[in-house]
C-alpha cells in the first residue's frame, strides 16, 4: 500500500508506484482527499492498475478501510506531511489512509517531507519519536531545495532511495534506531591515480556499496561522514555530509584527518593498490617520446590505509572500541578460491570484519545488487581455518548494507537484534 499525503512532493509518488510495480509488487494507491489536489486519482489508477479512494465510505460492501491494511505486506507513505504524521501519532482514523494504517500489521515506511521549520518543531519532533516507538520505520529526509527559495531537511528522499529503504526495512520487520549518536565514517567509490593532466589509472567501482552503507546507517541514525572517489551520480544520503577526493593519497588524508572522531570506520572503497611513479606535467602527445614511455610503465606502491586505521587503534590514535570494517574484492585463481583469499586478508588487516565478494564477470562492481561473505576471526586468530565465514546472500546493495552494519551493531552492543523493531 502506497499512501501519499497532500505536500508539493507527491509528484514524486507516481515515480514511486513505478520503482515498485517494476519489482513485482502490486501496488494499492491510497491518498488523502489533499493529495488529490496535486496529483489526479487516474494518474494513480494508470500506474498501478487498482482503484483509488481515499474516504472510509467507497467499498463499505468489501470493508475497505480494513482490507487494504490487513492485506498488505508493505506500508509505505511518500510524502507523510507534518500534518498526516500528527494524526498518525494520534491514532487518528478520519480517512482511508489513516484507518488502512491503523489495521496494518506489516512493516509500515513513513517518508516525510515538509519546510525544515515544520521538520525540526519539537510538535513534530516529539510525533516522530512517537511512531518510532511504536515501532514504525519513520526516515530522516533529505537536505536540499524545498519549495521556494526555501531550502535545508526536510526536502523528500528521492523514489528509488525510499524504495529500496523501504525494502530494506520489510525484510528486516523494520528499521529502528540502534546508532543514535554514533558517528559512521565510510569510503566509497574507486581511486583514480593520474598519468599526466588527462590520463588516469582507476577501476570499475561504482561507489554504490558505499552509499548504500551511507543511507542505511544514516538512517539507523548515524551521523555519517562519507569520503567519495569516483562515483556514479547518486544522490546524498540522509544525515550525510560527503568530501570527495581522487587520489589514494587523498583518500588516506581525509580518512587519516576523520578517522579519530568515528565511532565506526569502514572502508568500502575500491583503493588503487599502485599509483603510477612519476607524473608528467603536460599531456603526453601522440607518437612522442613521453607517451611511448607507456609501453612500460613503473608502479609506486600506495600506502595500505586499512591497515593504517587498524594500527591507529592499536597506537591509541583511535578509540580502542572503533569498529573497523574493510572490503575484499577477490577473484580466485590456481592457488585459492576469492573466500580463501578474503579469509587471509582479513587475518593480515586485522580489522573486525570484512565483506568478502567475488568480483569480474559482471558481480559486485557498478551492478545494483551484491553478495558475498561476512568474515570475522576471534582475537589474536593466526590460521584463516579460525575465520569465521557467513553467507551474505544476493540482495540489493541496501540489504548488503544491512547485513553489515548488524554485524557492526552486534560487536558494539553484542546483541544484533538491535535492528529489527
Known sequence: MLGVAGGIAAYKACHLVREFSEHGADVTVVPTPNALKFVGAATFEALSGNPVATDVFTGVDEVRH???GQESDLVVIAPATADLIARLAAGRADD???ASVLVATCPVVVAPAMHTEMWLNPATRDNVATLRRRGITVLDPASGRLTGPDSGPGRLLEPAQIAELARTAAARGGLSRP?????VLISAGGTREGLDPVRYLGNRSSGRQGFALAEVAGQL????ELVAGATDALPTPANTTVTRIE??????????ERAPRADVVIMAAAVSDFRPASVAGAKMKKGSEAEAGLETLQMAENPDILRGVVAARESGALGG????VGFAAETGDEDADALEYGRRKLLKKGCDVILCNEVGQGRAFGTPDNAGWLLTAPEGATDPADVTVREVPRGSKQEIAAEILAEVVRIRHADNSALQD
Open 179 to 183: 546508532l543514535e549518536g554514533t558517528t
Open 96 to 98: 482511508l489512509l489513516t
Open 221 to 224: 541514525g548515524a551521523r555519517v
Open 247 to 256: 587520489s589514494t593519497a587523498e583518500l588516506k588524508a581525509a580518512v587519516d
Open 321 to 324: 572500541d572503533t569498529v573497523i
Open 66 to 68: 480494513v482490507r487494504v
